[in-house]
């Protein structure tokens, strides 16, 4: 069964860091583009950051020099490092494949706040 669990978010007060991670199971993630997204309140689903089976990375223009992608094949997980977070940034966070998506997962949670 293919499935995505995403992990990692929380509670943290602007400026902060956190680290998500996206498990993966049911399929090789070293054979996929993958991509993180994320969907804050009452706004659209939009693209964060993108990492090819090349590691190959791509980040939308809010998050560049602040979010990495970063991916490890062993364990079947994308990570997303962000740092300097925002309260603009609070958002249910997701991962999945770029193309060839499957179901999504829970997603994680970030709330940026004081």
């Known amino acids: 069964q293919v499935q995505l669990v995403e992990s990692g978010g929380g509670l943290v007060q602007p400026g902060g860091a956190l680290r998500l991670s996206c498990a993966a199971s049911?399929?090789?993630?070293?054979?996929?583009?993958m991509s993180w997204y994320r969907r804050a309140p009452g706004k659209e689903r939009e693209s964060v950051a993108t990492?090819?089976?090349?590691?190959?990375?791509n980040y939308a223009d809010s998050m560049k020099g602040r979010f990495t992608i970063s991916r490890d094949n062993a364990r079947n997980i994308v990570y997303l490092q962000m740092n300097s977070l925002k309260p603009e940034d609070t958002a249910v966070y997701y991962c999945?494949?770029?193309?060839?998506?499957?179901?999504w997962g829970q997603g994680t949670q970030v709330t940026v706040s004081s």
């Open positions: 990492i090819t089976p090349s590691i190959i990375t």
């Open positions: 999945n494949r770029r193309s060839f998506m499957i179901h």
């Open positions: 049911g399929f090789p993630l070293s054979n996929y583009v």
